[in-house]
């Protein structure tokens, strides 16, 4: 059997357009929701960053409220920008969101124009940057009328303080009426970020097929279902270190005799393919159509040089994935960021 790659070598990062826009976005990207909070080595953070430029990771994914505390997640990569990357602005694409609670009173949450206006000109002064590449409404929002939503992701790329708008785990309805709206408004959803893995495989059921037919790209988050797709818990422990300890979205509890046996068994597969567990994770979500790109997190740069390595291998057979899919399951006791 082959060894399993751990290293990839600098110039394996491939780019897809990202829907029908000309934006490439790297199959690959490097999101910051955990792992780049005020908790976490400022090493650490910079090593990470630099070697995903390295690797060709282009882009990066932030949001308002990602640390802890919220907002220190784009702290720490302006200062990166700022220290590191100065210059290199023009070779990155950054994109930030919000929705979620940020500040208290009623305009720090949810879909309305104050919200996401206010929250982007934050997030710019955090970042330190004039403009961000996407910026996203991150949730649905039932109560604000989704016009308004819309109009100020319009508003923010007239303003020049966005070059494209996404949506995030927007449902197939809500996605196909937001496109409509942004339509008329002369500024495309060039794309949307829904939760995907082989344990979550919810955008099959419609959103995929309206992506499809707005000619929206995906950019997919938690590939690796929070590191459950990953030889992390394999052995049925959970490392202190680990998300599973340390996190409040990932409850320890689904590391269970269920859980082990899914895992075991795709871990399996993934060794008959030469890969690990997360490699035959991201292999499998970049593999179908709809997917422009794989967002992970990283809590160190060998598990981000290990995900890169994904991208050397052969594409999954027919076999394959029909293994694969008897294996894979819905549910894993996960929240959403
Ligand atoms: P993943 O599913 O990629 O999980 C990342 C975690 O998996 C890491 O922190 C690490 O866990 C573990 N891991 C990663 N690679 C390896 C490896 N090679 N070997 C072993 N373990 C590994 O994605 P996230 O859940 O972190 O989400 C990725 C990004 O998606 C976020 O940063 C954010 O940008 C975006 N996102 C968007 C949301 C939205 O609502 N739009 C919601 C959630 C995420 P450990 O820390 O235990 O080492």
Redesign the pocket.
């Known amino acids: 059997m082959e060894s399993i790659p751990e290293r990839a070598p600098d110039e394996t990062m491939t780019y897809r357009r990202c829907g029908a826009s000309g934006l490439l976005l790297p199959r690959i990207a490097l ?5 780049f909070g005020d908790t976490r080595a400022d090493d650490t953070k910079r090593a990470t960053v630099l070697r995903a430029v390295e690797l060709g990771i282009a882009h990066f ?1 932030l949001a308002n409220n990602y640390g802890p505390p919220p907002g220190s997640a784009e702290r720490a990569f302006g200062r990166i920008l700022a220290d590191d990357l100065a210059g290199r602005r023009d070779e990155l694409v950054i994109s930030t ?1 919000a929705g979620f609670e940020m500040w208290s009173g009623p305009y720090g949450d949810h879909g309305s124009r104050k919200h996401l206006l206010a929250s982007l000109d934050q997030s710019l002064t955090r970042l330190g940057i004039d403009y961000v590449d996407v910026f996203y409404h ?1 949730r649905p929002d039932p109560e604000t009328p989704l016009e308004e939503t819309m109009t100020a992701l319009a508003d923010a790329v007239r303003r020049g303080k966005a070059l494209y708008v996404g949506v ?2 927007y449902g197939p309805e809500e996605t196909r009426r937001a496109a409509a709206i942004l339509d008329r408004l002369g500024v495309p959803l060039t794309v949307h ?1 829904p ?1 995907y ?1 082989m344990f979550d495989r919810t955008p099959e059921r419609g959103l995929f097929d309206v992506l499809d037919e707005i000619r929206t790209g995906a950019m997919v ?7 459950l797709l ?3 818990y394999l052995d049925g422990t959970v490392p202190t270190d ?2 599973a300890a340390t996190s409040r979205f990932l409850d320890a509890d689904v590391i269970d005799e269920d859980y082990l046996e899914r895992a075991r068994a795709l871990a399996e597969i993934a060794r008959s393919r030469g890969q ?1 567990l ?1 490699q035959l994770a991201l292999a499998w979500v970049l593999h179908r159509p709809q997917v422009t790109g794989a ?5 160190s740069v060998r ?1 981000l040089e ?2 890169v390595a994904a991208l050397e291998a052969s594409e999954l057979t027919e076999e394959e994935t029909e293994r694969i899919e008897a294996q894979a399951v819905h549910g894993t006791g996960t929240r ?2």
Do not use: C, E, F
């Open positions: 999101g910051l929701w955990h792992n994914d969101k991150h995030s785990n970020q939760r893995s988050y938690s590939p690796l279902a929070q590191g990953t030889d992390r680990s998300r690990s997360a967002i992970v997190g990283a809590s598990q290990q995900n959403r960021g």
